[in-house]
């Protein structure tokens, strides 16, 4: 029994569900699968070089390249519903990049239950945002631009959960980068969108340099960059090796999530459209770390340490973003701290090993309904309120916004995991998976994650509070307006953004139920993620008892604070705590103070040093050489006969060292 | 090395001979000059009184003396292919034959430029 | 009777084998050897306006022909690519032999596209002095010029020349090799003689040529005179046996090589006998600096890897060290000096001279790679070069060409094609990455520390960086300066010029982007036959 070929091994792995990248090559209905990436790809190349030519019909061709990849989506569902557990999965390898030797640069694509998820998120939820951003963006002279830049987000992320390899998901992974990038800079004649845009970018390479340096470790160990060698290959390596790795994916997971000590962008990326906001920075790019450390599930079974570092940055962020979120007063920084709260949640399950990959999965597209319902519905607010995001300013507008009243509660009820939504059933098993963690460790990530849905009861309370219900505060004129101000009329926005807050809605209500049904979502991921219960140190029901009062509490706190008080149109002064919360804990302080000064003087000493040591030299250099050189051309003095005399000594030079050279 | 080690010696000796003749001559000799000792030779004879314009051969000599070379050589190597002819057989044959053509492509071409008028 | 006796024994006893010449396999040779006696003949008996064009077609069609015969006889070559030896040994056909000589021949046909242009003087003519045997300024030269008379002797002299270059990389054996060396020299000699303008200055350049040519064939010969002292036989085979187990006592066996070492140094331009080059790339008129600094170098790399790798592989301990010195200096001299020059044919002579030591690096090697790639780096080099001269040749004023540096300022602002076209040349003699000098030197390189010469790269590629700076100063200025007032003008020439610029160009993009074809063809080519 011990001595299991590796053949073996791989079997036994394949049954227990980790190791699941036993493949076959895609054919049939599945070797349509490139068009899933190559739609938006396509869209994208042609709205982006084609330029105006392409500013009447832009917003379409977009739209329908999304629409049309959501379709290839779900006939690869469809698909893949009609096949056994074993033959779910498939490869489909599309060319060569670049064979150097040992070095094969694949361009390769893997489908599987995991990524076909993924897939009709994305897909799904970018299609619905897509058509939302034609009402939105109907106004912006450059839609154009931005559904190019849509386009190329959705193929780069589809590429990064399609790739079959880690060279190639690393390609999606910056992908993603640059369209947030584009898309946060978007209206980038506003200094703090460009300065948000770069401060997102710059985090983000801190997690993508995590990500190189773990590609790199994973060629040097595997010598292959495909997950079926890298993630079948992860049990025979040695465990520092496995553990740096894993800690390497957690740093890129950190960047690209949000994730502490990396959190401190996401706040600042509300500067792009509401849509992006909703898709980028809510349902779908934000949660690509979850899916990297679950996607490397073995490599992370085989380190507890990165695992532990998983939990604890995930405990950390889920309170983190809690707290931030309580204080904050623009609407969507209270739903961006929000996201990295729930998204801390995911990395936290994702920590937990097989008890919590498959549930971090389940809550993030329950979260990718929910939380993008909620972004459409604050951009629907904000578009009824001429761009007002200062939730003190708002109040009362269940009346003039009905729709977006009842699809943002409804989205609200989901996050704070009211029961039988969607995010009740997504939040509750996540956290029973930490309490059956087992151990001290278990008991202090389940108690973090019932606070975390306290405080997450309490502010989104609050800002469904502050903007829907109470006295009307946007009537009056705010303290040092302009002399044009001019009360807004709140409305109610037009069918092509409300719909899509209503199906997001649905999807907020209805999909937590159907993926607990039967416990369907479970067996569908364990082949992939692999699945094991954990021993819960009490009944699920005690579990669940506990977080339904932790979110009772945590609503009527925020009632009493701001349904029976008038809320203030100015923050008041407040505690210690809450102005450490308005300030995001200090995260840009911090930064600036830990990363940004010695930066700087790094930078200028390195310029000095530049200046004075390398130029000099290197200048220095240059005058030794253009010297040497003037000197050196007097010795062709044009005589025939000192040319002569040279070659002469040249010749004895030549004959006495090769004579000598024998003596040696 | 032992072969060539009195070559060695030899030169060196020849060395600081002409060095030493040199440098003792600069040294303790009287430095009196006068015209007879700047000239070429200082045996008295003058050397050759330079016609006017730069004591020039006329070219044409130069290409009748070249051209007397070129068949000179010629015969060179025809009296040894003259003697082992018969051993040579067609080998020998077919190779003269080409060097004299060249040879006599260059005459013709001397020839047609006017190489041989000597005005 | 016991006379004829006598005589018939005489003749007996001394009764030779008449040698056997396969004429087949020194087709090329012969061919362009038969060009050039009939080119003499169209000198001789055709009269005087239709000697041009009779010239050039016998030329270029000569040259044709020989390729296609070297293309014929390398596809006969055995299947282990080891060639053979023909002319009772004298002459080798073997991949290095055709693989070079197919390159002389490309530049030969590159090169008299150049000495036929007609459209660059303005009062007509070519590149050459109307009538060589007219003193320098005299009545008659102006008669000459007047009566548009033009030195249609250049095109045998360079087919004289080519014969040369052709045979010098196949000598098998030292006197062919001195035979091949003097053929391919005294046309060059007076070639150098020949340039239209600055006419003493050429006359200087040739005459220096001719005086320090002469000194190192002495050295060649009297190396020669050694090495035969030494084995008993001047083949390089018979040299290779008898080196092999060189031991003691062997004096006469190192100084010959390395006096026959310098005469070959001598040729490439290599430091210390490199003090020719710049005068003499100066002096002579342009196409043929061009065809000098690529068919030279080309033919005279070949003969010296030749003797290197068939007479003396036994020596290499002796033979490499120097030569690494010689290479080391060769490299820092070169573009050292480079630096302050001002003219850009004397520019290029010296990017020549640190050329030669790049490749010598790759020769050093002592391996298949390093025959391989310094063939592929002097493919590359001879086409860049050529190119490179051929452009000189557009950019004139009315002295002439204008080769000072200062003329070319703002170039790129006046005729971005043509500064274009240079800088796609000095980049690739810089050895830019996506040009041909970027594979070359790859190779070399590579070769050279695979064979053990590490310290020997470290100084080609600081020398690269040295050299790159001049290169790319000659680049800013022509497109990031103003230009001059009364500036050179650019001509246009005539299809013929413009052909051998673009085949420069072609083979410098092509062997930059594709090399591998190249490479694996010289690789297949790099076996001497022993």
Redesign the interface.
Known sequence: MIETSSLASGVVLANEGGGGLHSVAASGAYSALWLVVGLPLLGALLLLVGGKRTNAFGHILGTAMALGSFAVGVLMFVTMLGKDDADRSVDQHLWTWAPVNEFQADIGLHLDQLSVVFVLLITGVGSLIHIYSIGYMAHDENRRRFFGYLNLFVAAMLLLVLANNYLLLYAGWEGVGLASYLLIGFWQHKPSAATAAKKAFIMNRVGDFGLAVAVFLMFTTFGSFDFADVLGGSASASDGTMTAIGLMLLLAACGKSAQFPLQAWLGDAMEGPTPVSALIHAATMVTAGVYLITRSAEIFNASPDAQLAVTVVGAITVLFGAIVGCAKDDIKKALAASTMSQIGYMILAAGLGPIGYVFAIMHLVTHGFFKAGLFLGAGSVMHGMNDEVDMRRYGGLRKYMPITFVTFGLGYLSIIGFPLLSGFFSKDKIIEAAFAKGGTSGWILGAVTLLAAGLTAFYMTRVMLMTFFGKERWKEAPAGAPADWHEPHPHESPTSMTGPMILLAFGSVFAGGLFVLNESFVKWLTPVTGFSHGDLPMSEWAVTGMALSMVALGSAVAYVQYARRDVPAVAPAASLVTVAARRDLYQDAVNEGLVMRPGQYLTRLLVWFDNRGVDGFVGGL?AF??G???R??K??T?F?R???L??????L???A???M??MA | MNLYAPILVLGGIALAFGVVSLVMGALTGPKRYNRAKLEAYECGIEPTPQPIGGGRFPVKYYLTAMLFIVFDIEIVFLYPWAVYFDSLGMFGLVEMAMFVAAVFVAYAYLWRRGGLEWD | MSMSTAATATLAVTKVDAPTIEYGKLSPILIIAGVAVVGVLIEAFLPRPARYRAQLTVALVGMIAAFGAVVWLARDLPDDHRGSVTAMGAVAVDGPSLFLQGTLLLIGIASVLLIGERRLEPAGGDAFAPQAAAAPGSQQEKDAAAAGWTQTEVYPLTMFSLVGMLLFPAANDLLMMFVALEILSLPLYLLCGLARRHRLLSQEAA??YF??GA??SA?FLFGVAMLYGYSGSVSLDKIGVASAGAMDN??LL??G???V??GL??KVGA???H??T??VYQGAPTPITGFMAAATKVAAFGAMMRFFYVALPGMR???R??MI??AIVTMV?GA??????TDVKRLLAYSSIAHAGFILTGMIAMSDAGVSSTMFYLVAYGFVTLGAFAVVTLVRDARGEATHLSHWAGLGRRSPLVAGVFALFLLAFAGIPLTSGFSGKFAVFQAAARGGAGSLVVVGVLCSA?AA?FYVRVIVLMFFSEPKVDGPTVVVPSVMTTAAIALGVAVTVVLGILPQPVLDLADKAALFVH
Do not use: H, N
């Open positions: 240059a050489i253009g040497t050189s003037a050196v051309r010795v062709q044009g025939v000192s040319y002569a040279s070659m002469f000594g040249g010749t030079l030549v004959v060292c090769t004579l050279a024998r | 005459l220096k005086l320090l000194f190192s050295f062997d004096a190192l100084i090589l390395a006096m070492a310098v140094l001598f430091v210390p006998f003090s020719w710049p005068d301990w002796d033979w060290p120097v010195g010689v001299a050292i000096i480079a630096i302050t020059q040295v700076f």
